[in-house]
C-alpha cells in the first residue's frame, strides 16, 4: 500500500484529534477530597460520609469521585473555612465551632426542646434553615450540600445527680460552643470548649466533670467508664447544627446533569441519612449505658423551668437579632417544632 503525505497529514491529524478528545473526556472526570475529622470508624464517617461518596460515584457514572481522607486536613473549627478556600473540597462540622456571627441563622439548630430523634429533626431543620430562613445566603464561597442534626443532646457527669438548678454551679463541663455554653454558663457551670477527639483525655484526667453530648458519643468516644449521671430532658437538652459543604469553585466545574444527581443525594435527602445514622449510634449508646453504672434520668420540674427560663431568654434574643437580617425567628423556630412535634 502507498503512504503518501497526504494520507500521513490525514492520518496524524486523526490521531492528534483523538488524543485531544480522549484528553478532553479525562478532563470531565473529577475526584474531591473530603476532610474528614472524626475518627474513621466513627459512625458518621462510616455510615453517612462514605456511602454518600459511593453514591455519587454512582450517580455520575464515575465521573464525579469522592475520597474520604482518614486524617483531616486541619482542626475541626477550621473545617468550613477549608472548604471555602480550596485547602479541602469537601468538609463538614458544627456551625457553633465558628467563633463569629457569619452563621447566625443556623442557631435555630442548636436550641433546646428541638425533637427526641434526630431524623425528624434534621429533616426540620433543613426544610426551616435552607428554606424560610435562606441557610445558603449564609454559606459564602461555598456550595450548601446539607445540614443536619445529632440526637437529643444531655448533659454527662462523673460528680452528682442534678436534683435543683442549683446542682449545675461549679460543674466544668465540655460544650461544643454555640447556645448550649451559653446556656451552660447561665445555670452556673464552667465551660470548656474542645474538640471530641480532646475529651476522653481531659475528662479521665479530671480536668473536667463532664460533657454535653448525645448518647452516642458515650460509646463513640469510649467516656462511660468516667461518667456517673446523665440528665436528659424532653426533646433534648440542646441541639447541634452540622453543614455538608464543597468548594464553590470546584462545584462550578462540574457539569449541569452531575449537580443535579448530586443534589438529589444531598439536601433533605442526606439530611435523613445522616439523622438516621445518629439515631442508630445512639441506640447503641444507650445499650452500652445499660450495663454500667452511669444513672439516667430525666430533668424534674424545678430543672426543668430552669432550662425553660433561660433557653426563652436566648431564643428571644435571636429572633431579636435574624429580625435585624429581615427574618421572623420566632416564626421559623414555631415551624421547625411544629414539624419535629415538641411543644416548648
Known amino acids: 500500500m502507498r503512504f503518501t503525505v497526504k494520507s500521513a497529514g490525514f492520518g496524524l491529524a486523526a490521531l492528534a484529534c483523538g488524543l485531544v478528545a480522549g484528553l478532553a473526556g479525562a478532563r470531565a472526570d473529577t475526584t474531591l477530597v473530603m476532610s474528614s475529622w472524626l475518627p474513621p470508624k466513627h459512625p458518621l464517617v462510616e455510615n453517612a460520609m462514605k456511602p454518600w461518596a459511593d453514591e455519587v460515584e454512582k450517580a455520575t457514572e464515575g465521573r464525579v469521585k469522592v475520597r474520604v481522607l482518614a486524617k483531616p486536613l486541619g482542626a ?57 430562613l435562606d441557610a445558603a445566603a449564609e454559606h459564602e464561597g461555598v456550595k450548601l450540600l446539607s445540614v443536619f442534626a445529632h440526637g437529643p443532646g444531655m448533659i454527662h457527669n462523673n460528680q452528682r445527680k442534678i436534683e435543683k438548678p442549683e446542682d449545675f454551679a461549679g460543674l466544668k463541663l465540655r460544650t461544643p460552643g454555640g447556645y448550649i455554653a451559653d446556656l451552660m454558663q447561665d445555670l452556673g457551670v464552667v465551660t470548656q470548649f474542645m474538640g471530641p477527639g480532646e475529651v476522653y483525655e481531659k475528662l479521665s484526667r479530671g480536668v473536667i466533670d463532664g460533657v454535653t453530648f448525645p448518647m452516642e458519643a458515650l460509646k463513640a468516644f469510649r467516656l462511660a467508664d468516667h461518667l456517673s449521671y446523665t440528665l436528659k430532658v424532653p426533646g433534648g437538652i440542646y441541639n447541634t447544627s452540622w453543614f455538608l459543604v464543597m468548594n464553590q469553585a470546584k462545584w462550578d466545574e462540574i457539569s449541569d446533569a452531575d449537580k443535579a444527581a448530586i443534589e438529589k443525594l444531598s439536601g433533605a435527602a442526606f439530611a435523613e441519612k445522616a439523622g438516621a445514622v445518629w439515631d442508630a449510634a445512639d441506640a447503641g449508646g444507650i445499650a452500652l449505658v445499660a450495663e454500667t453504672k452511669i444513672e439516667v434520668h430525666e430533668a424534674n420540674d424545678a430543672v426543668l423551668a430552669a432550662i425553660r427560663e433561660h433557653a426563652a431568654k436566648h431564643e428571644a434574643a435571636w429572633a431579636e437579632a435574624v429580625k435585624a437580617q429581615g427574618f421572623d425567628g420566632a416564626a421559623a423556630l414555631a415551624e421547625l417544632r411544629a414539624e419535629t412535634g415538641i411543644s416548648f
Open 76 to 132: 475541626p473549627p477550621a473545617h468550613y473555612d477549608m472548604a471555602r478556600d480550596g485547602v479541602a473540597d469537601i468538609t463538614y462540622g458544627l456551625h457553633s465551632f465558628t467563633q463569629d456571627d457569619r452563621f447566625l441563622r443556623s442557631r435555630i439548630g442548636q436550641f433546646s426542646f428541638l425533637g427526641n430523634d434526630a431524623v425528624t429533626v434534621s429533616k426540620a431543620y433543613w426544610k426551616v434553615y435552607a428554606g424560610t
